[in-house]
C-alpha cells in the first residue's frame, strides 16, 4: 500500500489545466482555417468531400485532411485554433478567420444543465475514432467529470444524446428510440464530420443522417474532432465557458 501511495505522490496532478493561457493543438493537428479568395477554386477543386465554396470552407463536411491547403496555400491555411464548434450548421461555415462559435442554451436549460450535465453517447455507424476521442475526456489527464459533465450507461439516466457517425439506416431506430427514452427536457449534439453532415458518405443511400425531427443543440467538426475542441464545444454549451 505504501508502494501505491509513493508512486501516486511522484506522479503528482496529471489533469491539464482548462482552458489555459495560450493552449493550442498539437503541431500534427489542424484546427480553425483562415480561408482567403485568392486560389479559392483551386483549394475546392482539391477537396474529396464538396467542403469547399465560393461562400468559404465548411467546416461541417471538412474531415481536415490537409489536401486544400496543399494544393493552394494562399487560399486555406490552419491555424492551431480548437475552438471551433457552433450552435448552427450555418455557423460552421468559415469564410476569412470567421466562423459562429457555439452559444449557451437558455437561461432555464443553463440553470439545469451548467453544473450537471449526463451524456448518452450513440455510435450511430461511426468507425470509432470520435468515440476514441469522446472516452479521452474521461481519463485522469482531462477529467471533464470535474467540470460536471460525464457519459451515463443508459439514456433514462441522460440530459443529453451525443452523436458520432454518419447515422446509418441500421442506426435509426435505436438513435430514436434512445431520444424517445431521455427525459425532457434534453440537448442532442453532433459530433464529428459524419455526424454533422455525414463526412465521407454525405448522400448514400444507406446514410440518411440524423433525421431532421431531432433538433441538434451542438454541432462538433472534426475527423475525429480533437479532445479539445470537444470539450470546449461543451464548455460552451452550458454556459461555462464565454
Ligand atoms: S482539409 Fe477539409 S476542405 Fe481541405 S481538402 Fe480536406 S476535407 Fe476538403
Not at 126 to 137: F, P, T
Not at 165 to 172: A, F, L, S
Request: proline share 8%.
Amino acid at each position: 500500500m505504501i508502494r501505491v501511495l509513493l508512486a501516486r505522490l511522484k506522479q503528482g496532478y496529471r489533469t491539464m489545466a482548462f482552458p489555459a493561457e495560450g493552449l493550442k493543438l498539437p503541431h500534427r493537428a489542424l484546427g480553425l482555417p483562415k480561408v482567403r479568395p485568392a486560389g479559392l477554386e483551386r483549394a475546392a477543386a482539391a477537396c474529396p468531400y464538396g467542403a469547399i465554396s465560393s461562400a468559404g470552407l465548411d467546416m461541417g463536411r471538412c474531415v481536415f485532411c490537409g489536401a486544400c491547403a496543399k494544393a493552394a496555400p494562399a487560399a486555406v491555411e490552419f491555424t492551431r485554433e480548437y475552438r471551433l464548434c457552433a450552435s448552427s450548421r450555418e455557423g460552421l461555415m468559415v469564410s476569412g478567420t470567421q466562423h459562429r462559435r457555439a452559444e449557451a442554451l437558455g437561461k432555464e436549460l443553463r440553470s439545469l444543465f451548467g453544473r450537471s450535465l449526463r451524456l448518452r453517447q450513440v455510435s450511430a455507424g461511426g468507425c470509432g475514432a470520435c468515440e476514441a476521442d469522446c472516452n479521452v475526456l474521461g481519463t485522469p489527464a482531462w477529467d471533464m467529470g470535474r467540470f460536471g459533465v460525464q457519459f451515463v450507461a443508459s439514456p433514462r439516466h441522460a440530459d443529453g444524446m451525443l452523436v458520432t457517425g454518419p447515422v446509418t439506416k441500421n442506426m435509426e431506430l435505436a438513435l430514436r428510440k434512445t431520444y424517445a427514452a431521455m427525459p425532457s427536457p434534453k440537448v442532442v449534439i453532433a459530433c464529428g464530420a459524419c455526424a454533422v453532415s455525414g463526412g465521407p458518405y454525405a448522400g448514400h443511400e444507406e446514410c440518411p443522417g440524423l433525421p431532421p425531427d431531432i433538433p441538434v443543440d451542438l454541432y462538433i467538426p472534426g475527423c475525429p474532432p480533437h479532445p479539445l475542441t470537444i470539450l470546449d464545444g461543451l464548455l460552451r454549451l452550458i454556459g461555462r465557458l464565454e
